[in-house]
């Protein structure tokens, strides 16, 4: 059974950074696609970022785009979420997802971790 633990949001003042974990188990962690998602209260869950199996590819969304970067240790079998510059509109809820083989729709998610910036 595969589960994915986020750890590492909280409260950050703007222009601060965080950096987010997800520790996945249950299958073999190279061979999936790992991503980041996001979700403000009363929106819907947008994409932030995503990385390739072997670390080697990696796309943003426009909104992230040089502020955040996404990586992961296969031997930790953890994805990271580096959040630098952050502003209060990052405000939300970072949800952690694992891609199909693939990689053409997200099969599991994490139970999510909160991400608040003040001003």
């Known amino acids: 059974q595969v589960q994915l633990v986020e750890s590492g949001g909280g409260l950050v003042q703007a222009g601060g950074s965080l950096r987010l974990s997800c520790a996945a188990s249950g299958r073999t962690f190279s061979n999936y696609a790992m991503g980041w998602f996001r979700q403000a209260p009363g929106k819907e869950r947008d994409f932030i970022a995503r990385?390739?199996?072997?670390?080697?590819?990696?796309y943003y969304a426009d909104s992230v785009k040089g502020r955040f970067t996404i990586s992961r240790s296969n031997s930790r079998s953890t994805v990271y979420l580096l959040m630098n510059s952050l502003k209060t509109e990052d405000t939300a809820v970072y949800y952690c997802?694992?891609?199909?083989?693939?990689?053409?729709?997200?099969?599991?998610w994490g139970q999510g971790t909160q991400v608040t910036v003040s001003s």
């Open positions: 990385i390739s199996g072997s670390g080697g590819t990696t």
């Open positions: 997802a694992q891609y199909s083989v693939s990689a053409t729709y997200v099969q599991y």
